[in-house]
């Protein structure tokens, strides 16, 4: 029995593991309506034209195998390139940025306090919560991304 096609994308660690929290990942199975995952690869893959902000190469350190079945390939024209890839990784890295962000304002206010140490701590525990380490992220790199979060925030 062919279960459809299995694809290897290449994706970044630490998107990996945001990933695996809600879904199974050995394979990725394709579930359209059931996961917001599956919505932005599968709708991705399929798209006619693709658009990116930016076309800085990210360099990747893992991969993710993803099932498609026969039924959602024959229903859809099924386009895999460098590109889309990249425009998925787009959008996964902005969850995952809106998962730290989200992660970080609320126990800091939960806490009341805006002190870096409270930062620190919290970074550590979004990096707990998630099985995360050095080798998927760096804490600075979380440290970076939660500043220029809210450095965009001031300026509006």
């Given amino acids: 029995m062919n279960k459809g096609l299995i694809i290897e994308m290449p994706i970044h660690s630490h998107i990996k593991k945001m990933i695996a929290m809600h879904k199974t990942i050995e ?26 902000s930016y076309r800085k190469e990210r ?13 959602q390939m024959r229903e859809n024209r099924f386009r895999y390139d460098n590109k889309r890839i990249h425009k998925i990784d787009q959008l996964l890295r902005g969850m995952f940025e809106e998962k730290l962000v989200n992660f970080l304002d609320y126990n800091i206010e939960k806490k009341g306090t805006h002190s870096n140490g409270n930062i620190k701590d919290n970074i550590l525990n979004f990096m707990d919560f998630y099985n995360l380490d050095d080798n998927d992220i760096s804490f600075g790199g979380l440290q970076k991304m939660y500043f220029r979060h809210r450095e965009k925030i001031k300026k509006k």
């Fill in 27 to 52: 394979p990725f199975k394709i579930s359209i309506g059931k996961c917001v995952y599956s919505e932005i690869i599968f709708y991705n893959f399929t798209r006619q034209n693709i658009k990116l």
């Fill in 59 to 71: 360099s990747f350190n893992d991969s993710l195998k993803i099932q498609i079945s026969n039924e």
